[in-house]
């Protein structure tokens, strides 16, 4: 009985050995089967509302709903050849193949790298994340052109450079630039031309880094390939609808351009809107109200009357966040304001640049200074480019001076 017992428990032990050596044969095998996936990934078909990552928290949101930037980051760096084993130990990973945007925004956030509503917080810590990534500068395109566009790209990229840029609110990485045609990465969508996909008024504001190494040799008809094969393996479908509002003024649009995009693989309620960078001004009749939320709830801060301006640098849907001084970070909703086209500069002197200096701008002057003491903090009645000519002796301020100027050559 004891030796048939302890036959029966060897038995027993041995088909549990059989069973688990075959259990972890298969896994191992599955493991296997994931690695080869993982490895061959490509990073042009990374997007940002993908659910391996999409719901992955940044400060407020996620990267389905704001991870544009740290997406195009991550694209960057797989195809610059950044990640070291630095970069690989800050991000938590062990392997590069296990690299992807929502391990670069836990990587943020555990450095407390994004400011609330996802911004990122500063320029420098892509840097102290991945080593061989350094920031060299954060500007706005000079053209306004896409000839111009597709020049100043091209010149940087020559330089070494890889550029991410913004475009209505939303960063696409730059692949390559074809005479006038630009070529991306966009984290919201299979297109590979900006033009074809976003409307560009120039100016818009890009970031330019080095990598380990500088962007590769470009040829569109590998990446056309490519992303055709993408297209088939995740039928990714995109709609884009686009408005535009008649101008109120002969100086100023109002451009909203909303994209949807939607995975078949698993449907997302996630809707990215996105908007343009730069100054807006209240163009009604009504005070709108500035919040500390970044959903613009409870009592607001502060308002915006009529005429006022603000710079909104970044902004989530149609939320933006205004740049102020002393780190003034407010949150106002821009449906109810109109967008400041970029323009060129205005002659000194020429406030409402209409080609003359006369009491008009003297009149604009005598507005914006009497206004300064009661304007909350980020709000101006002058948009940057008409307080700079409206410093018209050039000393870097407006005030007084400036107005004794205007009179002795208004009034002669
Ligand atoms: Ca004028
Ligand atoms: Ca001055």
């Not at 992955?56 to 084993?85: E, Q, Y």
């Not at 296990?98 to 407390?112: C, K, M, Q, S, V």
């Not at 500063?122 to 597709?150: H, L, R």
């Not at 913004?166 to 692949?175: A, D, K, S």
């Amino acid at each position: 009985m004891q030796t048939t017992g302890k036959k029966g428990i060897l038995k027993s032990v041995l088909s549990i050995l059989t069973a688990l050596i075959f259990f972890v044969g298969i896994n191992q095998l599955y493991i296997g089967k994931i690695n080869e996936i993982s490895a061959a990934e490509d990073y042009h078909t990374w997007r940002q509302m993908d659910p391996r990552w999409g719901n992955v928290s940044m400060n407020g949101t996620t990267v389905a709903k704001s991870g544009c930037l740290i997406t195009s980051l991550s694209i960057m760096a797989m195809a610059s050849d950044s990640l070291d084993s630095t970069a690989l130990a800050n991000l938590g990973i062990s392997r590069i193949d296990d690299f992807n945007p929502g391990i670069l925004a836990n990587a943020y956030t555990n450095r407390g790298g994004f400011s609330y509503g996802g911004s990122i917080a500063s320029w420098g810590t892509i840097g102290q994340i991945i080593p061989q990534i350094t920031f060299v500068k954060d500007a706005n395109f000079k053209s306004f052109t896409q000839e111009g566009i597709a020049a100043e790209i091209k010149a940087m990229m020559d330089q070494g450079l890889h550029v991410i840029v913004n475009v209505n609110w939303h960063w696409v990485y730059i692949e390559g630039v074809v005479g006038n045609d630009i070529y991306m990465i966009d984290p919201a969508s299979d297109t590979v031309l900006l033009y074809d996909e976003y409307k560009l008024s120039g100016g818009n504001e890009y970031w330019a880094l080095t990598c380990k190494n500088p962007p590769a040799p470009f040829n569109p008809s590998v990446t056309s390939t490519t992303t055709t094969t993408t297209e088939t393996a995740t039928t990714t479908t995109t709609e884009v609808i686009t408005t535009t509002t008649t101008p109120t003024t002969t100086t100023t649009e109002v451009t909203t351009t909303m994209t949807t995009t939607s995975t078949t693989a698993k449907p997302t309620d996630a809707t990215t809107t996105v908007m343009q960078t730069g100054e807006y001004f209240n163009s009604g009749t009504a005070e709108i109200g500035i919040y500390d939320s970044f959903d613009c709830t409870g009592d607001p801060v502060s308002y915006v009357v009529p005429g006022g301006v603000v710079n909104v640098p970044e902004g989530t849907g149609t939320i933006g966040h205004i740049a102020g001084t002393d780190n003034f970070a407010g949150w106002i909703d821009l449906s109810g304001m109109a967008f400041v086209k970029a323009e060129m500069p205005h002659e000194k002197g020429d406030i409402n640049g209409d080609g003359k200096i006369d009491m008009y701008d003297l009149g604009l002057l005598g507005e914006y200074l009497n206004s300064l003491a009661d304007m909350p903090d980020g709000v101006s009645m002058l948009t940057a480019c008409e307080i700079k000519a409206a410093d018209i002796n050039g000393d870097g301020r407006v005030n007084s001076g400036d107005v004794l100027v205007y009179l002795i050559l208004v009034c002669n």
